[in-house]
């Protein structure tokens, strides 16, 4: 691993909307990590390195979390904030046209941030933008810079995932509990795996539907030399499992669902020493808070390094990552 | 026109809280869409004029995008913000004086911009308010704010309109769809187009009801050059207007009633080649999207420069036009 | 009166959460009001002292005023802001653990003020931040900066209290109007009172309840050299009286509470020429209107100042004192 900047690669950010993990290769991953962790171990000063942006939070779904990670991220680049923390009640009228609110966030802002319960709504507003937009979660569809945010944790924790090549006996197996096919997070993480197919044996995903994956991402799977199983017992894989992916929440409709005991971790779970487990937070009773003081816990982690992982990500689209980063640490 | 600015006539507003639109005269409207102007095209550095100042925005009537578009101006000019996105659900206590609240504002803010339901509202407040109060728009009243970048929009369209004499078959023949005694932002952009009456000849009013004006806007027009008539068909009229200014909300009580066919514009509708169209967005069925790509369309342009013109404005409240425009731009 | 400031007095509270008045001896007061006091008079630049700081504020009870307090304050000093204006309607899930939201917060933000319905919460909340956290009023419990800011107003406004010895028959006689044990600004209050017990003769406490102290307070009251009673008579003692503290609020469960007429304060009361009333506004009834042009208001000096104080303590957390302060004014 090269511990210098890419910034060709970088480059192919700017001025990008962020729509879907699928823009993502293996070189972005890598250069965004490493930008990522030289502003978490402040490398270099980056506090004004947007100070002259905008980027606008537009939660069409309230996301208390999303928004504050990204709002965080901006504010410590030097950038300022529009907030629109529910759209439902602050005034964007019913009906109103995605056109016409692009349109708005191409007044105000430099960038924009949407949060939205309809998949498609991402996809008709991005055709009227003039500045970049970041997909924070599209119903049932994607959370892109989530998924970024889990990798980029996987990648600190086994840096050898995105920087080397594991020992065949080393290479991971990963337990996904969620259907990717229907849920954002879990569908975003997955098609991130797929890049680090180099270092990934197997994934088990674990779901109560019968199709999991989908038309779509079956496609990407049946592709890949990754090795797939499902199933419906979590408690039987835990001795195999290296990394374990969680998540509360599940679309159903306009609603969430809650995942029974099956697919729960507790102190009472049979995990290898060093399993470690994400979970894109807030989470319900399906991971027990016992857990929050052990070596398996790297969500506290992952929560950590979105903040850092968001600043990463702006900095590129806006171009200003040669602005900061010293000449030494630039290839 | 001269390019310079004049600054005593921007000096007019230092300090000042902006109610109506009747407090502005044609030399006002012309420095300060100059001031604009300016900005928008990046003429000088203003990211920092305002580096010491915080802005409220207190909406008691929530309205994401005349919030978000005075915050976007503010922080434009380096200006801080505090959000009350809507007073009614974070906390205002109902039946809370209009005293109480100003004083409240007094305390925390510079400049405060208030949205409210009730006409008489910002008039209680401005009696109690130690800083410049900005009217966001008060029930069926005003919205100054707004008719200056409607006016913003037309001047950048056809400068002569305040910087010249247009011949006489040039002058000229704008339609308004609504009620100027009952819709805000009509009442508004009404009082301003009185300025300039030296290049309009002719005002069309299209409204439902019976007296549009009242006697208070029926007193103005009568006293001006202008020649207005009333219609309800706006179809037979298209052939002759060059500016038609729609909008989407009459403010009827509390609650909103969209107009009928009878006064909507399609690609339908048989415009003349050069005419423009004004809308203060968000719109209803009222205005075709089609039209959104045609050269008819001047709404857009007009959302985009009311952040400019929001800019000029705070700038000119707080005295700092001097501080960032180069002396051979000032008078 | 020392003019200089003690930072080793402010440097106690470097770093430190912010739970309850109890935390506050009067060397801080002293040191704490000095220099609020010396940044309301701009007697040097503050505005970029913490630029590089965080604060986010978490209502989970919405409260405009002490939000926008608390945001005022960190914008003057330069720090920026993360808005949870009503974590109920804005997406922190139901039932989500004080854990995992302390996380959240140590993840995006420097400092965190919380409001909270329940008085447990916040003590929940401070064993898992890495990050000071400051009480913005939990439940019935405690509103500690609240009392600062009346303290800071009493100070002003009779500098002795803090700063020397009141001469025998110019001691304090204090009225309370509320129930100590169950209100939270009132507790927060009367707990810096026993501070100034050198220039404080006598407190009567004004309420409705049989035992408005309960045990706690009690214990601290029955070990002071203030003397107390209980009435339930404000307008037989009005004649001496030299503060009046009121509020408006009683929280009773959930709900509020309006005191009735006996404990309202009006034009008609037969207020000694040079008593002060302070009140934590928003108030109701309970609080006439007529007497805030008179001599008496404190309150909205109160309201004014509380901008400041919190400056201060902000600094005081963040250990930046000394890097605003010009020598002349360090001890």
Redesign the interface.
Known sequence: MSPKLDLDVLDRLHNCSILSAAQFDLPLMQELSKLAAYLQLRKFPA?HAL??K?M?AA?FE????T???F??AM??VGG?T??????K?????K???M??IG??F????DVVVVRHTQQQALQQLTEYMRIPLINGGNGSDEHPTQALADWYALMKWRPELAFGTLPEQFRLTIGIIGTPGNMRTVKSFLTLALLFHKNINHITIFSEMADPLGAELRALTNASPITFDFSRNLKQSLEYLDVIYMNAIAFLGDGYRFFGDEFSLSSQSQLKTDTVILHP????EELG?CL?DTDHNLY?NQ??G??WLRQALLLAIFGRVRNIVPRELIK
């Open positions: 506090g100070d002259d905008i606008a939660f309230p996301s208390t979390r928004r504050l990670s709002e965080s504010l410590h300022k529009l907030s629109v923390a529910d759209a009640t602050t005034g964007v009228a009906g109103e046209s056109r016409d349109q708005m191409n007044s105000y802002a937070l807030a989470r319900g808070t929050d506290f929560a950590d979105a903040v």
